[in-house]
Nanobody, 127 residues
């Protein structure tokens, strides 16, 4: 059984930075494509970023491009999300997710392709 555990969330002032981590256990991490999503109160879960299983390709939501960076360390079974220039509207619970398959087109930004999800970590950005 795959388990995903996020960490690194917290309270930060606008303009600050955070790095989220997500550790996978239970399966071979290097065979999974990994994604980050977020969900703010009263809103749908939205795509943040995705990285292929070997880290060769990344995808970002338009509003995160240039501010957020997804990366992975397969030796540590960990995917990261570096978030810079944080804004109050980035406040949300951030989730990591694992997808065993390659994506194409809009699937690369969808929640439905992911088989496993973590419990989430809260990020709060104060103004």
């Amino acid at each position: 059984q795959v388990q995903l555990a996020e960490s690194g969330g917290g309270l930060v002032q606008a303009g600050g930075s955070l790095r989220l981590s997500c550790v996978m256990s239970g399966r071979t991490f290097s065979t999974y494509r990994m994604g980050w999503f977020r969900q703010a109160p009263g809103k749908d879960r939205e795509f943040v970023a995705r990285i292929t299983n070997r880290g060769g390709q990344t995808y970002y939501a338009d509003s995160m491009k240039g501010r957020f960076t997804i990366s992975r360390d397969n030796a540590k079974n960990t995917v990261y999300l570096r978030m810079n220039s944080l804004k109050p509207e980035d406040t949300a619970v951030y989730y990591c997710a694992a997808d065993p398959h390659a994506c194409s087109g809009y699937d690369c930004y969808a929640t439905s392709v992911y088989d496993y999800w973590g419990q989430g970590t809260q990020v709060t950005v104060s103004s």
